[in-house]
């Protein structure tokens, strides 16, 4: 049986605006029927904190801490809490609700995408698997996440690694479009993570940095050889295609496309409008 094709994009190192206006406008371009549903991989130049969607940025961040360490600052259109996207592969997945294989259910959905991470785990020849809530209190710790950081908390269908979280993954469904980007550790600053938040007192911040140890695992912590960006491509290009049992071809942007996300990075995601909008 012949595999669906969906296009491929691997656009490198970005600033932290360009790649949220890059992801916006494939899920529109995606919405309008111009283009098939889109894998993308993405950097980070220069490292930047993101946030997630609902967020208070004068109350959760210490900006002042994210212009010491010279890191890019983004409001997300996802959910979720903060991330340090500094030694990372970052993906996006970007497919119409309406696909027969998508799940109508966001964490039934997010399972199947996540799918593809996991293969791509597997690749790297790490032994990954799906965590999934038991107990009650399991279950109420998801609704009230105690923490600003978005590898200190559990979702549902963690993907996980040796006992620890070595993904994050969030998602939003806009103009009958998923879009669901994620975070896949390659290596991890701790105390310059824990230095872009704010904290009742050090003591608190002390206790949650403990606490992030035993949840959150970068790759190269616990692989045998090192994960550069590029193997860590290559491992999760075929991930997907397995897990999604799909093949994927390169996307060519026109020079009209590349000037509408510069165009869209200008005007909304570096603006002080969108990203201290709460």
């Known amino acids: 049986m012949k595999k669906e094709t969906w296009k491929f994009v691997d656009s490198g190192r ?37 946030i997630g969607y609902f967020q208070k940025a004068a109350k959760e961040i ?41 799940p109508a259910g966001v964490t039934e959905a997010y399972r199947v ?62 103009k009958g479009v998923i879009l669901q980007h994620g975070s896949i550790l390659l ?12 904290y009742s007192n050090d003591r608190v911040k002390e206790r949650m940095q403990r606490a992030f140890k035993s949840k959150a695992v970068a790759v190269n912590d616990i692989s045998p050889h090192k994960v550069t960006y590029e193997k860590a491509g290559e491992a999760f290009k075929k991930g997907f295609q397995e897990g999604l049992g799909i093949a994927l071809e390169p996307y060519e942007f026109t020079s009209e496309e590349i000037a509408y996300i510069e165009r869209l990075a200008k005007e909304k995601y570096a603006s002080d409008e969108w990203n201290f909008k709460r």
């Open 62 to 102: 210490d900006l002042d801490a994210v212009k010491r360490h010279g890191l890019g600052f983004v409001r997300r259109p996802t959910g979720g809490r903060g991330v340090l996207h500094e030694h990372e592969l970052t993906y996006s997945v970007i497919v119409t609700e309406e696909h027969p294989n998508m």
């Open 187 to 198: 290596d991890l600053d701790e105390d310059k993570l824990f230095s872009l938040f704010t």
């Open 113 to 174: 995408i996540s799918e593809g991470i996991l293969k791509g785990f597997h690749h790297l020849g790490l032994e990954a698997y799906f965590a999934v809530p038991r107990t009650e209190e399991e279950k109420d710790s998801l609704k009230n996440p105690r923490s600003s950081v978005c590898f200190d908390a559990p979702s549902w269908y963690e993907l996980v690694v040796e006992g620890r979280k070595v993904a994050g993954s969030a998602q939003t469904r806009q």
């Open 14 to 50: 970005q600033t932290a605006e360009f790649n949220m206006a890059m992801d916006e406008a494939l899920l529109e371009w995606h919405s309008e029927g111009k283009i098939p549903p889109v894998i993308r991989f993405y950097g980070w130049e220069p490292a930047a904190l993101s």
